[in-house]
């Protein structure tokens, strides 16, 4: 499987921003998803995850309420809504498989401002 996010940018805080992950590959329907998100000086960190059937399985503490992970196995695409964008929320995002899989994505750059 071969990742590809997009949807990134600059977004003031509380803002909105819905990512995209273009997925290439016959066993994407298969695998349970997750979005993840490193920020600078900080490891890389499970933010959302969802099972091949399409039912959210986990949310990080600091976005439960905020962001949902959602997918389309007709598109191979999955997506993460982010509301109420925080600051602390300024990261570059990947998405992979749940557990990851070596191979990662170049991943899009969110940038809150406060």
Do not use: H
């Not at 007709?74 to 070596?102: F, I, R």
């Amino acid at each position: 499987v071969q990742l590809l996010e997009s949807g990134g940018g600059l977004v003031q805080a509380g803002g909105s921003l819905r990512l995209s992950c273009a997925a290439s590959g016959s066993t994407f329907n298969i695998k349970a998803m997750g979005w993840y998100r490193q920020a600078p000086g900080k490891q890389r960190e499970l933010v959302a995850a969802i099972t091949p059937g399409g039912v959210t399985i986990y949310y990080a503490d600091s976005v439960k309420g905020r962001f949902t992970i959602s997918r389309d196995n007709a598109k191979n695409t999955m997506y993460l809504q982010m509301n109420s964008l925080k600051p602390e929320d300024t990261a570059v995002y990947y998405c992979n498989a749940v557990p990851n899989m070596a191979y990662w994505g170049q991943g899009t750059q969110v940038t809150v401002s406060s």
